[in-house]
T-cell receptor
Framework: NAGVTQTPKFRVLKTGQSMTLLCAQDMNHEYMYWYRQDPGMGLRLIHYSVGEGTTAKGEVPDGYNVSRLKKQNFLLGLESAAPSQTSVYFC???????????FGQGTRLTVV | AQSVTQLDSQVPVFEEAPVELRCNYSSSVSVYLFWYVQYPNQGLQLLLKYLSGSTLVKGINGFEAEFNKSQTSFHLRKPSVHISDTAEYFCAASRRNNDMRFGAGTRLTVKP
């Protein structure tokens, strides 16, 4: 029972490079979320999805794009990475909407 | 969207002492409340949740929290802490069919 799986676990990017973070869940959850975690700021919501084919902006969406082509997958893209995007990224899913969220183990991204 | 305020960024306490981690939320409608724990280099794990019903909620590892609607608070308590409780604790709030928002976190340090 995998739960929520994030790929990759670590990544170093150069400024201006692009990358995609993959989140996969096997719990048939409708809602999926992407958060970033920075020291002293807790988890801030980047984007979320309420179902396959839908996405919505969270608190800090600038510089990120997302897609939810399949119910089980939620992709987070950085088109042109900046040092300010150095962070730990967490994916989560929940069902029914608004109740307990299950988290992945996180992706530590460093932009140099 | 609702906001969540954790009133203490750091709480040092001696082993076997009681502890309270404070959380306030702002919402004018029914809200779901959660406490999560994060151990170093790991994802978030649910401690307890309030969805409806009894205002005193019991969770894992001996933690409990009380929902106080008039004070819009959801404080986390444990009567006797252990060294192994050292971790970061996050309060979160959501509304049905809406996203989940987190507080900035409280770092609990249990000293021998």
């Amino acid at each position: 029972n995998a739960g929520v799986t994030q790929t990759p676990k670590f990544r170093v990017l150069k400024t201006g490079q692009s990358m995609t973070l993959l989140c996969a869940q096997d719990m048939n959850h409708e809602y999926m979320y992407w958060y970033r975690q920075d020291p002293g700021m807790g988890l801030r919501l980047i984007h979320y999805s309420v179902g396959e084919g839908t996405t919505a902006k969270g608190e800090v969406p600038d510089g990120y794009n997302v897609s939810r082509l399949k119910k089980q997958n939620f992709l987070l893209g950085l088109e042109s990475a900046a040092p300010s995007q150095t962070s730990v990224y967490f994916c989560a899913s929940s069902y029914p909407p608004g109740t307990e969220a299950f988290f992945g183990q996180g992706t530590r991204l460093t932009v140099v | 969207a609702q906001s969540v305020t954790q009133l203490d960024s750091q709480v040092p306490v001696f082993e076997e002492a009681p502890v309270e981690l404070r959380c306030n939320y702002s919402s004018s409608v029914s809200v779901y409340l959660f406490w999560y724990v994060q151990y170093p280099n790991q994802g978030l794990q649910l401690l307890l949740k309030y969805l409806s019903g009894s205002t005193l909620v019991k969770g894992i590892n001996g933690f409990e929290a009380e929902f106080n609607k008039s004070q819009t608070s959801f404080h986390l308590r444990k009567p006797s802490v252990h060294i192994s409780d050292t971790a970061e604790y996050f309060c979160a709030a959501s509304r049905r069919n809406n996203d989940m928002r987190f507080g900035a976190g409280t770092r609990l340090t249990v000293k021998p």
